[in-house]
């Protein structure tokens, strides 16, 4: 099984910040590294599949980064409506897994 | 649009089984597959399974095999997740999403809270 190692587990930071997630696999993934925002009561949200492409719909001030084992998730010009809980996740092989979630707060 | 509607909350007793739904429109059925997964409280993201629309194909989790079921029905676009034997440690929000060819998960569900206590 493929262990996904996500950090920080938690950030706080002021609007107009810059956010940046680590996912550190187990094993090289290649590029089958995805990126998803969950907020409560609502519907999660894919923001980046395969490493580094945005989804439609989802602002450009997320991005995606990274192959192999290191991935980074970056929050460029953090708003208000970006609090929420991050998690990555890999589809390289079966089981398909989830990182740990990061808890971005906003100050 | 792409959307996946899933059924209500429920509260079940240890021992149970709960069957959860999942209405997809928006797009044709047949053409993606549907995964499930699952958030305890204070707990991440877990992986149940997931159904191929198309043929119905199934693949579960090692934790979850020989309690879960999941089905397909092509003349309402739904797809249920069956969890039986429940315990207190399947407490958890369980989300539908749809899968494409690529195995990552581009539309949700809204989730559905699954409450297991005596």
């Known amino acids: 099984e493929i262990v996904l190692t996500q950090s920080p587990d938690f950030q706080s930071v002021t609007p107009k910040e810059t956010v940046t997630i680590t996912c550190r696999a187990s094993h090289n993934i290649g590029r089958a590294l995805h990126w998803y925002q969950l907020k409560p009561d609502q519907s999660p949200k894919l923001l980046i599949k395969y490493a580094s492409q945005s989804f439609s719909g989802v602002p450009s001030r997320f991005s995606g980064s990274g192959s192999g084992t290191d991935f980074t998730l970056t929050i460029n010009s953090l708003e208000a409506e970006d609090a929420a809980t991050y998690y990555c996740h890999q589809s390289s092989s079966l089981p398909l897994t989830f990182g740990g979630g990061t808890k971005v707060e906003i100050k | 649009q792409v959307l996946l509607v899933q059924s209500g909350p429920e509260v079940k007793k240890p021992g149970a089984s709960v069957k959860v739904s999942c209405k997809a429109s928006?797009?044709?059925?047949?053409?993606?597959?549907i995964n499930w997964m699952r958030r305890a409280p204070g707990q991440g993201l877990e992986w149940v399974g997931w159904i191929s629309a198309y043929n119905a194909a199934t693949q579960y989790a090692q934790n979850f095999r020989g309690r879960v079921t999941m089905t397909s029905d092509t003349s309402t676009n739904t797809t249920y997740m069956e969890l039986k034997s429940l315990t207190s440690d399947d407490t958890a929000v369980y989300y539908c999403?749809?899968?494409?060819?690529?195995?990552?998960?581009?539309?949700w569900g809204q989730g559905t809270l699954v409450t297991v206590s005596s």
């Open positions: 928006g797009y044709t059925f047949g053409n993606y597959g």
């Open positions: 999403a749809r899968l494409p060819a690529g195995y990552y998960f581009d539309f």
